[in-house]
Nanobody, 119 residues
Framework: QVQLVESGGGLVQAGGSLRLSCASS????????MGWYRQAPGKQRELVAS???????NYADSVKGRFTISRDNAKDTLYLQMDSLKPEDTAVYYC?????????????WGQGTQVTVSS
């Protein structure tokens, strides 16, 4: 079982920045893939960014060049630095952990944190 606790959301004006944090109850180096997803009202949840245990990083096209995913292994914490925010970035942001191996796969979600970008 992995517990994920997000923080750092809030209200910001367009062009501003926020940094989201996701604290994991498990050593994050033992998690195969960690990622940030978001869900805006009336829309499906979508991948924002992900990072694997061997540091392979992937971003959604809509956030490339503006968002940066990173982690602090010593603190077992995942981050999402969001710069040049746009109103269309408004959503609930969720942290995700995906662990898998021979014969098993477990996926975990945080409770979500609201990000609101005003125009």
């Amino acid at each position: 079982q992995v517990q994920l606790v997000e923080s750092g959301g809030g209200l910001v004006q367009a062009g501003g920045s926020l940094r989201l944090s996701c604290a994991s109850s498990r050593n994050i180096l033992r998690i195969n893939v960690m990622g940030w997803y978001r869900q805006a009202p009336g829309k499906q949840r979508e991948l924002v960014a992900s990072i694997t245990s061997n540091d392979s990083i992937n971003y959604a096209d809509s956030v490339k060049g503006r968002f940066t995913i990173s982690r602090d292994n010593a603190k077992d914490t995942l981050y999402l630095q969001m710069d040049s925010l746009k109103p269309e970035d408004t959503a609930v942001y969720y942290c995700n952990a995906d662990t898998y191996g021979l014969g098993y796969r477990h996926n975990y979600w945080g409770q979500g944190t609201q990000v609101t970008v005003s125009s």
